[in-house]
């Protein structure tokens, strides 16, 4: 958790994903496209992305990707986020987390 903890350090919107996740890019363009602009880790690209994702787990992650965190915070996977979004909760977490303003 050590390892995910400073990777989500200060940064209002991190994605933890894999290149060839659909779901991953679909949760990287809604959060573009309401002006955030989070930080994407492609865990099949960076040397310590199997450690990141068995860290995952250990947080209570159950799916690989996409794994969102907003304001630091474990939102989930994108059944999370769109949940959230639908519900009209997903901006004012952005604003919360400074990822957005209005």
Not at 2 to 27: A, L, R
Not at 38 to 62: A, H, S, W
Request: charged share 15%.
């Amino acid at each position: 958790m050590d390892v995910v903890n400073v990777m989500i350090q200060e940064k209002p919107v991190v994605i933890f994903s894999k290149s060839s996740c659909c779901m991953s890019h679909s949760i990287e363009s809604l959060m573009r496209g309401f002006g955030a602009n989070p930080t994407i880790y492609q865990l099949d690209q960076i040397p310590n992305g199997q450690q990141i994702e068995r860290e995952l787990v250990k947080m209570g992650f159950r799916q690989s990707v996409p794994a969102v965190f907003i304001g630091q915070q474990l939102i989930g996977n994108e059944r999370q986020v769109m949940s959230l979004h639908i519900q009209n909760q997903l901006v004012p977490l952005l604003i919360q987390a400074g990822a957005i303003w209005i």
